[in-house]
């Protein structure tokens, strides 16, 4: 049995929907006051009230979820948002480094835009957003920073995205000199790597895709929000305390086949 989580302060970028979304229910489901990001404030808004729960404020087992308007690959947001989470809860103990984007172009057509713009949500964004609640995060005694990295990148590849997975890759690097640089204060740093999860982005992608990327993963499903939720709240509790600078691949087995051979079973 873990030590609860309940009462603690948990921030989650881009927990508005998809994964971080996934994130946050089980936090608050834990008990935790769970903080919610991402810049669209009608999605936040309707993501925090469900869940919540309809209605309410408060989680089943006593906890809260609330969310804040910002753009991660901003400073001033970045701060803006300590300062509203540190106003309604006093301190913070796990910021979760979620909010990412991927979008696709290839190396030949790629803009020094598209650049840009991957690098600095995804890479920026989650060095900016652990900055800025640092001094909290001292302040805990456990705090915790989990990063939401990719398998794309640190283990795969994908065409169209380079710069993505460039950036997935070097969330890691950041991951290790944080983790030595922040463990003289008690706070470990991870990440946790999906694999294929059903978000709400990937149903427009339709049926045929959604079964042939099933066929190969040896799980044969697609991960859910919430594998990679509990990956997370895994690391933040006290028995994890001695986990860091490591990441955790949450991907049904998908990046073990060494070939597609290796899914047809005898
Ligand atoms: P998603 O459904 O598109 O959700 C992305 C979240 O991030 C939304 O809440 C979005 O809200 C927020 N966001 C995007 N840009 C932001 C910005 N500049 N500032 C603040 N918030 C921002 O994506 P997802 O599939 O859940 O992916 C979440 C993370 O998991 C990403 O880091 C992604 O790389 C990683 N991942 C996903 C998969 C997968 O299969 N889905 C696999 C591996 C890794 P707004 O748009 O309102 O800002």
């Avoid at 994964?19 to 834990?30: C, D, L, P, Q």
């Avoid at 290839?106 to 949500?121: H, K, Y």
């Avoid at 920026?124 to 990719?150: C, D, E, M, N, W």
């Avoid at 490591?246 to 073990?256: A, E, K, R």
Wanted: hydrophobic share 45%; charged share 15%; net charge negative.
């Amino acid at each position: 049995m873990f030590t609860p989580v309940a009462g603690r302060t948990v921030v989650v970028t881009g927990g508005s929907r998809g994964i971080g979304k996934g994130i946050a229910r089980v936090f608050a489901a834990a008990g935790a006051n769970v903080v919610i990001t991402g810049r669209d404030g009608a999605v936040g808004r309707a993501a925090a009230k469900e869940l919540a729960g309809a209605g309410g404020s408060g989680s089943a087992a006593g906890g809260s979820v609330s969310y804040v308007a910002g753009d991660v690959s901003s400073a001033a947001d970045s701060a803006r948002l300590a300062d509203e989470v540190l106003g309604r809860f006093g301190g913070c103990d796990v910021v979760c480094a979620n909010a990412g984007i991927f979008p696709s172009a290839s190396l030949e057509t790629m803009t020094e835009g598209d650049i840009d713009l991957v690098l600095g949500v995804n890479v920026k964004g989650a060095l900016l957003v652990v900055q800025a609640f640092l001094p909290a995060l001292k302040a805990s005694g456990h705090g915790r920073v989990i990063l939401t990295s990719s398998i794309t990148g640190p283990f795969t590849g994908f065409p169209g995205w380079a710069h993505y997975g460039a950036s997935k890759a070097a969330m890691l690097s950041y991951m290790r000199t944080a983790a030595i640089e922040l463990a003289p204060h008690r706070i470990t740093v991870n990440a946790v790597l999906p694999g294929n999860i059903a978000t709400e982005g990937l149903t427009v992608l339709g049926d045929a895709y959604q079964a042939a990327m099933e066929a190969s993963i040896p799980m044969r499903r697609l991960g859910e929000v919430e594998d990679i939720g509990n990956a997370a709240l895994f690391l933040a509790t006290d028995e994890a305390a001695y986990i860091t600078g490591q990441s955790i691949v949450v991907d049904g087995g998908q990046i073990l086949p060494e070939s597609p051979a290796a899914m047809d079973l005898p």
